[in-house]
């Protein structure tokens, strides 16, 4: 498949970004920009633990919703468009308590008007924890 990116981008620039949302608070940091995925990390602690002491399902969709987000602002031209997440959803597989985990995010369909991702997030033994699937509008920008 060829390169599916409006642009060349790397990993820090998008890392490198305004510190101000929930992806950074919460320690999201992209790992790896290919031809048609990107990974990213998020850490499992005490900013991403439910009472239980485990990873909150909230948080992964969080990881989720943030990968395919970016994903898709970076497929369309930033001057004309944005991507706003319109529904996401999630199965939770297995608990993690501790450690990274990782998401890899490919595309499922892009349209002119949507854009449908495939997340699929892996604990730091190589056993997925969960996956999603995310719906974003691609809308003119005001």
């Known amino acids: 498949m060829s390169r ?3 642009a060349d981008i790397k990993v820090d620039s998008i890392n490198d970004s305004p510190k101000n949302h929930i992806g ?30 485990i990873l ?19 497929i369309v031209d930033p001057e004309k468009y944005m991507a706003v997440g319109q529904e996401v959803n999630a199965n939770h597989l297995r608990p993690v308590k501790s ?5 890899i995010c490919t595309p499922i369909h892009i349209g002119g008007k949507t854009h449908v ?10 056993k997925m924890n969960c996956i999603s699937r995310l719906t974003v509008a691609i809308v003119p920008r005001v």
């Open 117 to 126: 991702w495939d997340i699929k997030i892996y604990d730091d033994r190589g």
């Open 99 to 103: 450690g990274l985990v990782t998401g």
């Open 24 to 53: 950074a608070l919460l320690g999201i940091e992209f790992t790896e920009i290919g031809d048609d995925y990107i990974k990213a990390t998020m850490p499992v602690d005490a900013r991403t633990h439910q009472p239980f002491g």
């Open 4 to 6: 599916i990116w409006f």
């Open 56 to 74: 909150h399902g909230g948080a992964s969709v969080v990881l989720a919703e943030t990968m395919g987000s970016i994903a898709s602002a970076l």
